[in-house]
């Protein structure tokens, strides 16, 4: 069974950029897995930022973007800010009406 | 605006069954595949369960496969998981989430319900 990679945890510091990465434990991650991301804060209902690997949610600032970089899906923020400390969950459509979720990642902003 | 407001979690027993509800607005229902998304205890999402816009499509997590059942009310708004055989691993908050038929993202979740399976 494939699994969704992503880093447990990240650091970044205010003003700071920070690219997050999703993977596949066999295989590459590609526009056709559609990848899409999340932002989670403890107690809240995940928000989905981007969409289609690249296209940002409405109202989700352009400080957040999406990429495929190398053979992983990337969410890069750039000009981290405070109330970006959050969880980072990207998920990934595996066909069949299938999609998974990375464990996702822990980013701190300090 | 969109909300999806889900009920029918609680406290049931290993081995028991419980359904949940989720009650859409905001939106043309009918028109849009649903989802249902857990995440255990300080623990990550994990994707459950899928329907169609007309509900004649449905999808499953190998997880949950035989034991749970999505369903659908267009005439009501609301998506529906019956959850039978629970286990402590189904303990979790469960989400709804929609989805654009087609699209494979969820871009409206609801608040969530706690289900606890403990004895």
């Known amino acids: 069974q494939t699994v969704v990679t992503q880093e447990p945890s990240f650091s970044v510091s205010p003003g700071g950029t920070v690219t997050l990465t999703c993977g596949l434990s066999?295989?590459?991650?590609?526009?056709?897995?559609?990848p899409s991301w999340y932002q989670q804060t403890p107690g809240q209902a995940p928000r989905m930022l981007i969409y289609n690997t690249n296209t940002r949610s409405s109202g989700v600032p352009d400080r957040f973007s999406g990429s495929i970089l190398g053979n992983r899906a990337a969410l890069t923020i750039t000009g981290a800010q405070a109330d970006d400390e959050s969880d980072y969950y990207c998920?990934?459509?595996?066909?069949?009406?299938?999609?998974?979720f990375g464990g996702g990642t822990k980013l701190t902003v300090l | 605006e969109v909300q999806l407001l889900e009920s029918g979690g609680g406290l049931v027993q290993p081995g028991g069954s419980l359904r949940l509800s989720c009650a859409a607005s905001?939106?043309?229902?009918?028109?849009?595949?649903m989802n249902w998304i857990r995440q255990a205890p300080g623990k990550g999402l994990e994707w459950v369960s899928g329907?169609?816009?007309?509900?004649?499509?449905?999808y499953y997590a190998d997880s949950v496969k035989g034991r749970f059942t999505i369903s659908r009310d267009n005439s009501k708004s609301t998506v529906y998981l019956q959850m039978n055989s629970l286990g402590a691993e189904d303990t979790a908050v469960y989400y709804c989430?929609?989805?654009?038929?087609?699209?494979?993202?969820?871009?409206?979740w609801g608040q969530g319900t706690l289900v606890t399976v403990s004895s």
């Open positions: 905001g939106f043309t229902f009918s028109s849009y595949a």
């Open positions: 066999s295989g590459s991650v590609s526009t056709s897995y559609y």
């Open positions: 989430a929609k989805r654009e038929t087609g699209l494979w993202y969820f871009d409206y």
């Open positions: 998920g990934l459509y595996m066909g069949s009406g299938i999609s998974v």
């Open positions: 329907i169609s816009a007309s509900g004649a499509i449905t």
